[in-house]
C-alpha cells in the first residue's frame, strides 16, 4: 500500500525556516517524479516545486524562487523542501505529490499520488 507521510510543518516567525519532509512507502521513489504543492484557504492548489525522478530538471514557482529548495533522498525514501525566508504569504497546507514519470509539468492535475498534507503558518 503506498503512502506519503508529510511532517515538518509548524507556526514560524516571518524570516524564519522550515524543512519539510515527505516519507513514501510502499512503491520505489527512484522512478517517481516528485512535487511540493500548497493550498491556502480559498485559493486553488498550486504547484510551489517539482523535480524529475532522476533530479537533475527542478521547477520553482516565481513566489519561491530562491527562497525554497527542494531535494530527495531516494535511499531514505523521503523528499525534502527547505524553505528559507518565510513570508506571511507562505502560509498554507504543504503537500508532496509523486507520478511514475520521469518529469511532468507541476501541475496537481499530472501527479497522481498525494499525502495528507502539513500546515505551515507564517506569522508575528
Known amino acids: 500500500q503506498w503512502q506519503l507521510v508529510e511532517s515538518g510543518g509548524g507556526l514560524v516567525q516571518p524570516g524564519g525556516s522550515l524543512r519539510l519532509s515527505c516519507a513514501a512507502s510502499?512503491?520505489?521513489?527512484?522512478?517517481?517524479?516528485i512535487g511540493w504543492f500548497r493550498q491556502a484557504p480559498g485559493k486553488e492548489r498550486e504547484g510551489v516545486s517539482c523535480m524529475s525522478s532522476s533530479g537533475n530538471r527542478t521547477y520553482y514557482a516565481d513566489s519561491v524562487e530562491g527562497r525554497f529548495t527542494i531535494s530527495r533522498d531516494n535511499a531514505k525514501s523521503t523528499v525534502y523542501l527547505q524553505m528559507n525566508s518565510l513570508k506571511p504569504e507562505d502560509t498554507a497546507v504543504y503537500y508532496c505529490?509523486?507520478?511514475?514519470?520521469?518529469?511532468?509539468?507541476?501541475?496537481?492535475?499530472?501527479?497522481?499520488?498525494w499525502g495528507q498534507g502539513t500546515q505551515v503558518t507564517v506569522s508575528s
Open positions: 505529490a509523486a507520478d511514475y514519470s520521469d518529469y511532468v509539468a507541476c501541475s496537481l492535475y499530472e501527479y497522481a499520488y
Open positions: 510502499g512503491f520505489i521513489l527512484d522512478y517517481y517524479a
